[in-house]
């Protein structure tokens, strides 16, 4: 015979203050009176969001994917990024990693290798993922898509799954936009590219090359056509010096080098080479430049601290032989038999931040230096084209005026990624593209837009790091400096099976459950009740001591005030 069978005692009821006890304790049979009466504290599972996720413009459940990569579930990993991001072979390689600044681990010891990770899942997914076939239930409606840059395919990938018919018009000769011409191959291999561009295709969309709005075809002729319009242009005109003889031979832009050589060309630019600028582009070019055996050298107004580049870039560069001279600025091109051979510039100093909000560069008077050179390359910017636009799209003068889901003052016209913002990076434009194709059912279907509201972020301080152990963060397997030159072979290299795992294994989990076990085993109630997939509080027994959630390493517990009973 158990205990449980015997007869209980009666309940005990106290109705005056002092038949109370002077301390908490059980008067009878706690399964008569049950001690979660005593709480005025309550636990529940709630999971928050890791800063990596918040810090994503395509929102990737991170988290999820790095757990999953732990019990080598890769292939689920992978479909799970592709529900926001339907390219990580592509991010994972050239995505400047936010999620990574965001990181909580960085403040511990070093952020996590997100992109690293992301990387081997979307190679994984490329080989071993069913290619997904059109919807044959589709919806018998279409969309143009005007740029078949990031921004335009992942709109395309996301409505076609949705059942839309899509059909992307592009002004160059191979589909891809600023991921084709203006990422050097040592940083996004040509055939990664072709196998993501495969994958929007193979779900029924049509990709129409050598089409350039505005010339073979027109906004008034598309919005006519189709149900509705997205317009992913990009920007891809280069800003000009504004300084004399910039148009001379020798001079080139940055963005039209770069098309040169992604598209099979080796322009003849001589040894002494000059980059102007301090972006991203600046920094492919003099890395191209350095591949075609000259000796670039990059020119930038502002200081380090003021760089647009990517920092990780910016190193592998100065690793590979390229020098940067900061604080100074060109004036004039000088010419000799009508080709650029010197450029002078001028010191510069920095002063009050403009509204860029960094220092603003001034010229420092008698400064004025000249520099040899048999090539310059011009790489301060880009611009938006709206040569195209009717009259009825409001622009902002320098670029389409669109809300954050795309949608212009015209109702079946969206636009978004670079033409709305400005150039950004690649996961900028795949996350606008996913919400693009949000907005575009929405109003075909006439659905509302849901939009969610600001999420609780895990910060370092909520975590309990009694449970984690230092853990350096895993090395990017490379090719060395020498192995680089002359060539345009992918320099990073991605970890193998054993390398990731052990990089997500330093995931702290930020704010999500992870079935530690720590909740189960330090409850003093045997409170906590643990099935195969989740834990449940029994709140008859739960005192509401706290302990649960003070032991819970990554902040999945919250203790909230016990509503009246």
């Known amino acids: 015979m158990r205990w449980l069978d015997f007869e209980s005692p009666p309940k005990v009821v106290l109705e005056r203050e002092p038949d109370y006890p002077p301390w908490a304790v059980s008067l009878t049979n706690t399964l008569v009176n049950r001690t ?6 309550k ?7 890791p800063p990596c996720q918040d810090a994503c413009p395509a929102h990737e459940k991170i988290q999820g994917y790095l757990e999953l990569v732990k019990q080598k579930r890769y292939l689920e990993g992978y479909e799970l990024i592709i529900q926001d991001n339907p390219f990580p072979s592509i991010t994972g390689r050239v995505c400047f ?18 992109h690293n990770v992301e990387r081997f899942l979307g190679d994984f997914g490329l080989k071993k993922a069913k290619r997904k076939k059109p919807n044959n239930e589709g919806i018998n409606k279409s969309i143009a898509i005007i740029g078949s840059g990031p921004a335009g395919l992942t709109c395309a990938y996301y409505l076609s799954e949705m059942g839309y018919k899509v059909t992307i018009f592009e002004h160059l000769s191979l589909p891809g936009g600023m991921l084709r011409v ?12 072709d196998r993501e561009i495969k994958k929007v295709e193979m779900l029924g969309v049509k990709i129409k090359t050598n089409t350039t709005l505005g010339k073979d075809i027109t906004l008034d002729e598309l919005r006519h056509s189709f149900d509705a319009v997205f317009i992913a242009t990009g920007a891809h005109k280069s800003r000009n010096l504004g300084v004399p003889n910039e148009t001379i031979k020798g001079v080139y832009s940055g963005l039209d080098f770069l098309a040169q050589i992604n598209m099979g060309k080796r322009p003849r630019i001589g040894k002494e080479v000059l980059v102007i600028g301090g972006g ?14 000259a000796k670039p050298r990059i020119l930038y107004r502002r200081t380090r601290a003021e760089m647009p580049a990517v920092a990780d870039e910016v190193l592998e560069a100065e690793k590979e032989g390229v020098l940067i001279e900061f604080l100074v600025a060109p004036v004039k091109v000088i010419k000799n038999k009508g080709r650029a051979t010197k450029l002078e510039c001028q010191r510069m100093k920095l002063v009050a931040p403009d509204a860029s909000g960094r220092r603003r560069p001034v ?35 320098w670029s389409i005026d669109a809300d954050e889901w795309g949608r212009t003052s015209v109702a079946n016209i969206f636009a978004a990624g670079d033409c709305v913002t400005g150039p950004k990076m690649v996961v900028d434009a795949i996350g606008a593209g996913k919400r693009v194709a949000i907005a575009i059912d929405g109003y075909l279907l006439g659905k509302e837009i849901k939009t969610h509201p600001k999420p609780e972020i895990v910060q370092f301080t909520n975590l309990n790091l009694a449970y984690f152990e230092p853990a350096p963060r895993i090395a990017l397997p490379s090719l060395t400096v020498q192995e680089r030159k002359r060539n345009f072979k992918e320099v990073n290299l991605g970890y193998n099976e054993t390398l990731t795992i052990l990089e997500a294994e330093r995931c702290f989990s930020c704010g999500v459950c992870n079935k530690c076990d720590n909740c189960f085993v330090f409850c003093p109630d045997l409170a906590v009740m643990k ?16 302990v649960c959630a003070a032991e819970c390493p990554r902040n999945a517990i919250t203790m909230e005030e016990e509503e009246a009973r």
């Open 531 to 546: 099935s195969d997939d989740k834990y449940e509080f029994d709140y008859d027994f739960c005192k509401g001591c706290g």
């Open 97 to 114: 990693h936010p999620c990574e600044a965001a990181c909580n681990r960085g403040e511990y010891d070093e952020p996590l290798g997100v």
């Open 36 to 41: 979660g009466s005593w709480r005025i504290f």
């Open 43 to 49: 636990p529940r599972y709630l999971d928050k969001t």
């Open 363 to 397: 010229p420092i008077k008698g400064s004025n230096f000249r520099i040899n050179c048999d090539s310059i390359i011009s790489a301060i910017g880009e611009e938006v084209d709206l040569s195209y636009l009717t009259e009825d799209i409001k622009s902002t003068g």
């Open 280 to 293: 991203n582009t600046a920094i492919d070019a003099a890395r191209c430049a350095l591949r075609l055996g």
């Open 182 to 193: 203006g990422i050097p191959s040592y940083r996004l291999p040509k055939d990664i590219l």
